[in-house]
Every structure is written in C-alpha cells, then in structure tokens.
C-alpha cells in the first residue's frame, strides 16, 4: 500500500523564505488564493490574521506553518499536490511576502492513482 502523500509540500527557496517571514513576523499561516485580489497567489499572514471559516481545509503544514484553501477549490484541486516555491517578484498585497522582492508561487501536480487511493 503506498504511503498517504502530503497535499502541500515547499522547495528548499521557499521554507528560507518562512524562516525569514517567521524571525520578522512570529508564527505565520498560509491560505491559497483563489484568483481574487491576488490571483492564485499562496498567501502567507502572520497566524491568526487572516479569518478562516468552518469551511475552510487545512491541507498540512510547510516548514511548521499550517496551509489552508477554501473548501470549494478544495474540491477542485483535491487530486492534486501543491508545491510552494518561490520566484522574484513582488507577492500578493496581503501576503507577508510582499516587499521581500520575493514571492511566493504555487506549483502542482497530480496524485498518482495510487496516491489518491491513500488519501481516500
């Protein structure tokens, strides 16, 4: 049987650059965008300040810091892993990465059918 597979998982780039948000901004919380204001940016706030709802999924942690969507993109994206990466820019004018000259970008993948199967 294939081991349950993590939902959200972070490039080495973008676990530096929650360190670095964390020893600014205390504990932090990301909630993925979904194509509003900012896109389909990943959002990071400092924890506690961003609301979430009873509807809200949490998908898992990266570098220690819990990662929510929406339950209805949840639905959409549920067979797909989401990958956190970083890229120059400027991030989403919420997000705590904004004015780092970094930001930070989603990526994904599917699951294969037997990670699908695990996480079911």
Request: net charge negative; aromatic share 10%; with cysteine.
């Amino acid at each position: 049987m294939t081991q349950k597979p993590p939902r959200v998982v972070a490039t080495g780039d973008a676990l530096q650059l929650i360190e670095r948000l964390r020893a600014s901004h205390g504990e932090l919380m990301f909630f993925q965008s979904g194509g509003c204001c900012d896109g389909s940016a990943p959002l990071c706030f400092a924890n506690g300040d961003f609301p979430l709802s009873e509807a809200d999924v949490l998908l898992g942690e990266i570098g220690g810091v819990p990662f929510y969507m929406s339950h209805g993109q949840f639905e959409y994206w549920r067979h797909t892993q989401l990958i956190i990466d970083v890229v120059p820019g400027n991030g989403g004018m919420f997000s705590l990465d904004n004015g780092t000259g970094k930001r930070f970008l989603t990526r994904s993948r599917l699951f294969t059918d037997e990670e699908c199967a695990a996480l079911a």
